[in-house]
């Protein structure tokens, strides 16, 4: 019997991915809307399929994919998000997922990722060559953002939205002082030196 596990913080949006699945025959669909749910109940009904999305409350997607692949690696996931997979999508293949869906595509996109992925096959979009790209800083940021690991990469999109360090320990379950030298590092890499220029960054390169 195929089963399937929906994760997303928006009802509505597990409500259009839950008739997606419906309507591929999936009989057994359960939901979570967020990072904490996930574990548990995976571990409780084995779903064949997962459909992640990225930006959840709390730990969020990357972290999420990495520890739900760690705990059931035959899981197939497939990612379906509103974020940019120019800087998403290769961690996302790299986290073991075997598709990447953006919410801005039609649903029938999302029907034909998960007919690739339960008959075995991934569902990746060709993305453009950034060697070649337009701007010497466009090239620049992303290689700055594509050395950042998937938790910097978090805190990064969370400091961009204008949280707080305690705010963000809260919601990671970190210490004030670990998200403190997150942030440290974060300027250090990224070559910036105050908050203001790290949010100019993070909508330049869609992150936010």
């Given at each position: 019997m195929k089963s399937a596990l929906i994760v997303d913080d928006h009802p509505v949006v597990r409500a259009a991915v839950k008739l997606v699945l419906e309507a591929e025959r999936f009989k057994?669909?359960?939901?979570?809307?967020s990072a904490a749910e996930v574990m548990a109940l995976l571990r409780k009904h084995q779903p064949k399929l997962v459909i992640l999305d990225?930006?959840?409350?709390?730990?969020?997607?990357?972290?999420?994919?990495?520890?739900?692949?760690s705990?059931?690696?035959?899981?197939?996931?497939?990612?379906?998000?509103?974020?940019?997979?120019?800087h998403y999508q290769n961690r996302c293949l790299r986290g073991g997922a075997m598709g990447y869906v953006t919410k801005t595509n039609q649903l029938l996109q999302l029907?034909?990722?998960i007919q690739a992925l339960m008959?075995?096959?991934?569902?990746?979009?060709?993305?453009?060559?950034?060697?070649?790209?337009?701007?010497?800083?466009d090239r620049s940021e992303k290689q700055l953002i594509d050395q950042l690991s998937n938790?910097?990469?978090?805190?990064?999109?969370?400091?961009a939205?204008?949280?707080?360090?305690?705010?963000?320990?809260?919601?990671m379950h970190l210490s004030h002082k670990t998200v403190s030298t997150y942030k440290t590092r974060l300027m250090k890499k990224l070559a910036i030196?105050?908050?203001?220029?790290l949010r100019e960054l993070a909508k330049r390169n869609h992150l936010i």
């Amino acid at each position: 019997m195929k089963s399937a596990l929906i994760v997303d913080d928006h009802p509505v949006v597990r409500a259009a991915v839950k008739l997606v699945l419906e309507a591929e025959r999936f009989k057994v669909i359960h939901e979570a809307s967020s990072a904490a749910e996930v574990m548990a109940l995976l571990r409780k009904h084995q779903p064949k399929l997962v459909i992640l999305d990225l930006k959840l409350p709390g730990l969020g997607g990357l972290e999420v994919l990495e520890r739900l692949k760690s705990a059931n690696p035959e899981c197939k996931v497939l990612i379906f998000t509103s974020q940019d997979p120019l800087h998403y999508q290769n961690r996302c293949l790299r986290g073991g997922a075997m598709g990447y869906v953006t919410k801005t595509n039609q649903l029938l996109q999302l029907h034909k990722a998960i007919q690739a992925l339960m008959s075995g096959y991934s569902y990746f979009a060709a993305l453009p060559d950034t060697t070649h790209a337009s701007s010497p800083l466009d090239r620049s940021e992303k290689q700055l953002i594509d050395q950042l690991s998937n938790r910097e990469l978090s805190i990064l999109e969370q400091l961009a939205l204008g949280k707080s360090n305690k705010a963000i320990a809260e919601d990671m379950h970190l210490s004030h002082k670990t998200v403190s030298t997150y942030k440290t590092r974060l300027m250090k890499k990224l070559a910036i030196n105050t908050t203001v220029h790290l949010r100019e960054l993070a909508k330049r390169n869609h992150l936010i």
